[in-house]
Every structure is written in C-alpha cells, then in structure tokens.
C-alpha cells in the first residue's frame, strides 16, 4: 500500500501563488508517476500535472505556463507550484501516485481562488 498526504491548499486571490505538497510513505518503491489532479464542483476529475521516476512531466492545457511539478525523491515528495491563479482553478486537488502494484489517490486538498 501507499499512502499519500496532501498539503498547501487554502484561500487566494486571483493571481496570487500557492504550492501543494503530497508526501508519499508506505510501499514507495518502483513509483512510476506522481502527480496531481482536481476536481471541481459539477465537473468531472481532469489531469494537472504528472511526472515519472525519470522526470518527464505533462500538464493539463489549461495550468501549462502557470503551474509547475517537481520531485524531490529523497523525501518522497512531489510539490506542486500554482502561480497566476484563476477563480477556474477552484477545486479540490488530489494527489495520484502509481506502481506495479497499484492506483493510489491521497484524500485531496481544497483551492479557493478568489476574484
């Protein structure tokens, strides 16, 4: 099993910046891809950001050129940086992770951008 904790969400206004953390623990090993995904009210989940245990990222079209992912593998951790933040970016944001073994989702962080 992994386990995966999500961080840093919160309230903020339109154009301002927030970073997201999830720490993952349990069964880590041979991780393929970390990453990030949200949902809004009434919407369906849509990708944010992934990136594989070689460092390929991919973003959603609509966070490329404001949101960036990286990795910091001795910590287990993938962060999340929300810049130019838009009220469409509402929603909450849930960390992802994958393995052989498994589809592992942390239980999300809320984002409020405000206009």
């Known amino acids: 099993q992994v386990q995966l904790l999500e961080s840093g969400g919160g309230l903020v206004q339109a154009g301002g910046s927030l970073r997201l953390s999830c720490a993952a623990s349990g069964s880590i090993f041979s991780i393929n891809l970390l990453g990030w995904y949200r949902q809004a009210p009434g919407k369906q989940r849509e990708l944010v950001a992934t990136?594989?245990?070689?460092?390929?990222?991919n973003y959603g079209d609509s966070v490329k050129g404001r949101f960036t992912i990286s990795g910091e593998r001795s910590k287990n951790t993938v962060y999340l940086q929300m810049n130019s933040l838009k009220p469409e970016d509402t929603a909450v944001y849930y960390c992802r992770g994958l393995n052989s073994r498994g589809d592992y989702w942390g239980q999300g962080t809320q984002v409020t951008v405000s206009s």
């Open positions: 990136i594989t245990s070689g460092g390929v990222t």
